[in-house]
């Protein structure tokens, strides 16, 4: 009992732990590494309640490279209310997000403020997820699904629900028809830019959309004179 009372108040005199709480918030904003957010953490209930704060401050969060799941991503998600930019793309790890992590993260407070979007290469996912998660993103100006095995209907979902969006990914989207593009292009007015590497498109269908939009870009450039037709 002796022992575990002299390291109570060793714990209570720590530098650290005199901080203000909004300063401890900020240092933990610093963080970076998830893994180091959740080791944090656990060290005690003021910093567990440090890190939530420093969540709740931030405007951006990345788990591109990192490798988290649906519930590892939604916990984090849910305490960052005024997150305005999201990346769950996956690269050589990845994140192993599927349809039922874009269910649980369509109920976060931040999803119907994000501006920015980034799902790019999560293979686990579909339309229905998509459709979901898309549906609460009314704010949206920035959406790239490029690498994934979307279809019209999540195009279709993004067309009704983000009236606000500038730019799309959709690199190597071979599900996508040109209805889907003509749909969006058509409902989507302040568009400035698609990405539509090495989608199943023709000419004619890119000719469309430029018809209804002049000023569209379309990369990569270059992309007109090669496309091929099929």
């Known amino acids: 009992m002796k ?4 390291e109570e ?7 650290i732990d005199r901080l203000p709480f909004d ?9 970076t590494c ?4 959740a080791q944090t953490s656990c060290v005690s209930r003021k910093w567990r309640q440090g890190v939530k704060e420093s969540l709740a401050r931030r405007e951006r969060l990345s788990f591109s490279g990192w490798k988290v799941d649906d519930d590892s991503t939604t916990r984090l998600v849910l305490h960052a209310y005024r997150l305005k930019e999201l990346d769950i793309s996956r690269s050589n790890w990845g994140c192993q997000i599927t349809d039922r992590g874009l269910y649980q993260l369509s109920t976060a407070k931040c999803i119907s403020n994000l501006s920015s ?6 293979t686990g996912i579909t339309d229905t997820g998509v459709v979901q998660l898309i549906s609460r993103a009314n704010s949206l100006q920035h959406l790239n699904i490029g690498g994934t095995f ?4 999540s195009l279709f979902a993004i067309a ?3 009236p606000h969006l500038k730019t799309i990914v959709l690199w190597g989207c071979r599900h996508v028809t040109e209805n889907g593009l003509l749909t969006l292009v058509n409902k989507c007015r302040k568009l400035e830019s698609i990405n539509a590497w090495g989608m199943r498109i023709t000419v004619d269908c890119f000719i469309g959309l430029l018809t209804i939009s002049p000023a569209l870009q379309i990369e990569p450039k270059g992309i007109l004179p090669n496309i091929a037709v099929f």
Request: hydrophobic share 45%; proline share 3%.
């Open 9 to 15: 108040v060793d714990d209570q005199e720590r530098p």
């Open 23 to 31: 300063l401890l918030a900020h240092i933990f904003a610093l963080l």
């Open 150 to 153: 979307i279809t019209d209907t």
């Open 117 to 122: 979007l980034s799902l790019w290469g999560t």
């Open 34 to 37: 998830f893994k180091d957010l």
């Open 160 to 162: 009704g629900s983000c």
């Open 3 to 6: 022992r575990k009372g002299v």
